[in-house]
Nanobody, 124 residues
Framework: VQLQASGGGLVQAGGSLRLSCAAS??????YGWFRQAPGKEREFVAG????????RYSDSVKGRFTISRDRANNAAFLQMNSLKPEDTAVYYC????????????????????WGQGTQVTVSS
């Protein structure tokens, strides 16, 4: 089982990026995106549960980021718009076979599988 995150890069403030998380080996019911900025702990960004198309976002990205899933291609995406310098971080995708409830989506230990991370840098 592998998760491969991609799509990071350097973008100016106000710009957009689309991160992808390609899964292989099995299908997942819940995907999550987390990020870790230099000197900070890893934090929750967004989560998506297939059942009910349930989503959850951190307050810092709500209204700017959108998480989605392509079930046919076993992938998840994070569309990031109106990027800010404070969004600079390594972004990690995570997944779990179980359908996480909304209140659990922000817990790192709720996800069994993790990708390697992709760097997002937003310049001011």
């Amino acid at each position: 089982v592998q998760l491969q995150a991609s799509g990071g890069g350097l973008v100016q403030a106000g710009g957009s990026l689309r991160l992808s998380c390609a899964a292989s080996g099995r299908t997942f019911s819940t995907y999550g995106w987390f990020r870790q900025a230099p000197g900070k702990e890893r934090e929750f960004v967004a989560g998506f549960r297939w059942s009910g198309s349930t989503t959850r976002y951190s307050d810092s990205v709500k209204g700017r980021f959108t998480i989605s899933r392509d079930r046919a291609n076993n992938a998840a995406f994070l569309q990031m718009n109106s990027l800010k310098p404070e969004d600079t971080a390594v972004y990690y995708c995570a997944a779990d076979s179980g359908g996480l409830i909304w209140s659990s989506m922000d817990r790192q230990n709720a996800y069994a599988y993790w990708g390697q991370g992709t760097q997002v840098t937003v310049s001011s």
